[in-house]
């Protein structure tokens, strides 16, 4: 697990990002660390037979809580539903996979944060990028490779 995904119990870091703990967000914390990059419906999926009166309002809620205490990142790759992670405050980028819609986090690309400087800021004081490699995963490739055999 990378250094900035938290490695704390799902109690621990939703008290620690401000929050109060239920068993709601616990459940949507702990999807979050196992399945990086998942819509709001995957995590609802994932949490759903675990809790006693799921609800998609619910992970929703929990989902956006955490984006806005710092706890989750959301994530917008072009024209796909947002995507939530835990990884949060390294400035890395994604790889998203035109094919199957799969996404991997890559670091920086080069030197510190922001990683890219603009050819002009006009006036903004720039604190982070945001980049997304938009490709074909190995395993699409070796698909289409074996197709095209």
Known sequence: MPASE????????????GLRVTDSRSAVFTALREHPHSSA??????????????????????????AEAGLARRIEPAGRPQLFELRVGDNHHHLACTECGA???????????????????????????????????????????????
Do not use: K, M
Request: aromatic letters at 8%.
């Open 41 to 66: 419906d995957d995590v609802y999926a994932r949490v759903a037979p675990a809790l006693e009166h799921p609800s998609l309002q619910s992970v929703y809620n929990a989902l956006n809580d955490f």
């Open 6 to 17: 938290p490695a704390l119990e799902p109690a621990a870091a939703i008290r620690g990002a």
């Open 103 to 149: 996404v991997a986090d890559v670091d920086c690309v080069v030197g510190e944060a922001p990683c890219l400087a603009p050819s002009d800021t006009h006036g903004f004081r720039i604190t982070e990028a945001e980049v997304t490699f938009w490709g074909v995963c190995a395993d699409c490739a070796a698909a289409q490779d074996a197709a095209s055999s």
